[in-house]
């Protein structure tokens, strides 16, 4: 029997319970269907098969998720930190338990290989001890006494807080926004995305399993016009912390304005890697395609825009283009494969729809541009070459297995065309002159650079976009201030003199 038939077995078992009952909403503690009664269907990108039904939730859902975390917030914000700690750290306990359950769940559900996903569990464990370590001292100030007052700050939480979530690595964002909130001492409404129920369900369960009290996180699964809309309208709700496009945080800000909503926004991006004549050319070729290509290119940092000095650009892109050709396309269950399937037909539709854009335009299609089989939503890993920066394969995200290579002569061309795009989420930069990279990195407009390396993430680090790419920052202390209010008291240290009105 190969691993492929094993995983697949597998699969089958984790997936029985969700065949069985569909997804539910938890609100309060308690498993519910949509106040409705109304379903959707979630499928496999893998091959269109059917999954599960899950409760479509509207306002009325929201609602009840709002007033559930409304009624458990002062309880959760006046548990001592040590405690909290306690419960997060049971909660990666419990992540890491079933890391095989949520790998095998994440790859059926949204098409990502499981060379990657087996990491997933991993990884959104470390989340929530992360900031488990650092609920204990969320609330500390400062002193900033003046010549007649002792000034100090301390931080509360905001209150109920709404998480909406993209269908990227769904599992690992979800921990990611998720962690910091309840470490901080807010309660969350959680409305992932519709595409790609499976882990957030998986996910509540292990939080309650864990002794995280009834009501502290609430899951409304629905429609983005639906669940969504009503969950940014909601005036219980005191701020949104969102992952997902551009347009999409346009709206939330908009339906969130009348309830004067604090929004957190990790948004698109169209970032490029910017490859210098200079730089070791073999580690820039691994890190340019592991930056596009892994993740099935479903990925807000990938690096979708080659900029190539002209006078490296034909062997570079030769190197290119074979490796890219040898990328294997297949089964996400398959530890062979490095691509899989894109999560749905309206997404294929849309990274299929470049191929001939590019054409139209006049940039050459080097490799891929093909669709893999005729069942799922597999595509061959592309490349664009003979692009230019105003195209639209070189302004709009994309967001598949999709590169567009474009060549430039000076530093300075460099620099203009990789700051000329609407986002502003990550950059990369490949060169061995330090001066270079001290220039241009103080020049690129970008939330996160990296020199010399593909994206790493640090968890102490700021992650977060300029421009269309996002507002606030994720990591470290940053993810508190968005979770919490600042809060200041002045003490009188003696009897300074009051200005006399009317006396
Ligand atoms: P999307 O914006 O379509 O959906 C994201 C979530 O928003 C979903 O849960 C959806 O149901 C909900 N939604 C949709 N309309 C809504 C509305 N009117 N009100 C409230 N909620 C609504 O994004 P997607 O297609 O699921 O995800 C891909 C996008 O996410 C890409 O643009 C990608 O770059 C971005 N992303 C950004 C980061 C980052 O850190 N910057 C990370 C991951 C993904």
Redesign the pocket.
Known sequence: MSELSRNIDKLTGHLKRFRDTGIQNQIGGHMVPAHSGAVFDNASPVDESHICTVARGGAADIDAAAKAARDAFPAWRDMGGAERRKILHRIADGIEARAEEIAFCECWDTGQALRFMSKAALRGAANFRFFADRAPAARDGQMLPSPTLMNVTTRLPIGPVGV??????PFM?STWKIAPALAAGCTIVH?????SPLTARLLVEIAEQAGLPPGVWNLVNG???EA??A??EHPDIKAIA?????R??S??MK?GADTLKRVHF????KNPVVVFDDADLDRALDAVIFMIYSLNG????SASRLLIQSNIAEDFLGKLQARVDNIRVGHPLDPETEVGPLIHKT?FDKVVSYFDKARADGASIAAGGTRVGDKGYFVRPTLFTQATNDMAIAQE?I?GPVLTAITFDTEADALRMANDTPYG?AGYVWTNDLARALRFTNELEAGMIWVNSENVRHLPTP???VKA??IGRDGGDWSFDFYMEQKHIGFATGQHSIPRLGA
């Open positions: 909406i979530t993209p269908w990227n690595t964002l409305k992932p995305a519709e595409f429609l983005g016009e969504g809309k969950l940014s969102f992952v997902g496009e551009s999409t945080g709206m939330i339906q990790e948004l698109g991006g479903e990925r807000c940092t997404h995200e967001f989420l992650f977060g976009g790419s996002g």
